[in-house]
């Protein structure tokens, strides 16, 4: 039998080359050929020497193990969670610098009670610096351990123990460092070998890990996206920094659903749940109907303008009202100017060309800006409606009327087609004063469905774009120039 050949395999894109050399041949990278000895292999594959132990299979249901999860009495951030923090599961919370994470954790680590305490580690502020924000945020006198570090060995050797914190904040993890490792802190080997020693123990002694991952814009070095994978929950800090919203969201959850939103507003006491965000994403603008938030919907420059479009939408299970503007300008250039804001903009221009194709309008020839009120992202299709009603209203000079939300996905039919969650929309929208919601068609086969929020808030079905259309055209407002002459 011939000897077992020693074989350089590249760990980038897994070549086998038969000599080592610097750069592998396949994929170009430079010093990834790592020498694998192959061992002596049966005909199928496994050696032959050591047979592998039985497993024992159980079925889906049985005793489970986890204990209780923790809540922090934070109800948005419970929410985002799932239902609070699972005990021994690490949960990574990226954002922007100064968006607020810090400020967020150190509440939750002040509210939450747990077995052990919790305790809040910084690697990048002083000891005095989290005091003077503690007492800022009305917490000092919380009972939160709280320590400056940035050696992984340091802090497993503190929190190793039977008796450890129930809730560990590592505050960020770019910052941390491990000594075993040559790079710098904040490379990606000491950000994946740093939070590797972390989750471990955490899992081992139980606790609840919060790391915190600084997302660059570019995100070449520090981006904890190589964390993704390592952790059970990943959420998002985001928001306008001009802006006093900030929105929590889950994109990876092993305990929870994902696409779960938690709103808050940055006040001068730290953060704030906001409860009823749609009163807070429609402030400032008419409201149809004052009963459902006085303060939060009365607001300058409430004056009902064209070019605006309030969007009945889903985030995660909640109903979330925003307004959605557009604003359609002369092109000045040859290449009309886009400019998006909380939006997609392939999507953008997907509509644009349906509106030009479909209802025979000029909208692509101009520069168009179009901006989703407070901050937040939409990523939802079922916004297609509510932009093309911006949109046109903003090209027709024709304002929305303003108790009415808009729904629907459009197909590049110009069809407007059915979205999920109508129920939750139309009644989000009955609660806050709206009275007429613009919607897709209702299948024939849903007739026989209790319609709860149809009794408060009238219902038009917009089947075709060109409806829409007509809808937002000088018919309906006869002071107005009419599409055809505003389009040529
Ligand atoms: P911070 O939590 O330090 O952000 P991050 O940890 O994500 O980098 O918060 C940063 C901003 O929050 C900072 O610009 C100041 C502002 N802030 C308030 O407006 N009110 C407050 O009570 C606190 C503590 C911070
Ligand atoms: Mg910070």
Known sequence: ??????????????????????????????????????????????????????LGFVGLTGPSMLPPRRGTGIAELDRVCGGGFVPGSAILVGGDPGIGKSTLLLQAAAAIAVPGGAAYITGEEAIDQVRLRAERLGVSESPVLLAAASSVRDIVASLDREDGPGLVVVDSIQTMYLDTLDSAPGTVSQVRGAAQELIRLAKRRGFVLILVGHVTKEGVIAGPRVLEHMVDTVLYFEGERGHQFRILRAVKNRFGATDEIGVFEMSDRGLVEVANPSALFLA???????????????????????????????????????????????????????????????RLAMITAVLDARCGLSVGINDIYLNVAGGLRIVEPAADLAVAAALISALTETPVPADTVVFGEIALSGDVRPVGHTEARLKEAAKLGFGTAWAPPRRSARTGRSRVAEAELKTVAIGHLSELVTRLSARHAPHRRRVSEISR
């Open 1 to 54: 039998m011939a000897r077992a050949q020693a074989r350089f395999a590249c760990q980038q894109c897994g070549a086998v080359h038969v000599k080592w050399t610097g750069r592998c041949e396949g994929c170009g990278a430079w010093n990834s050929l790592i020498e694998e000895l192959p061992r002596e292999v049966t005909p199928h594959g496994l050696s032959k020497d050591r047979r592998g132990r039985q």
């Open 284 to 346: 400032g603008r008419a409201a149809p109907d004052v009963d459902a938030d006085e303060d939060a919907l009365t607001g300058a420059g409430t004056e009902h303008l064209s070019g605006s479009a309030v969007f009945a939408g889903i985030e995660g299970t909640r109903p979330v009202l925003v307004e959605v503007q557009a604003l359609i300008a002369p092109a000045v250039l040859g290449t009309p100017r886009r400019a998006v804001v909380g939006w997609d903009g392939t």
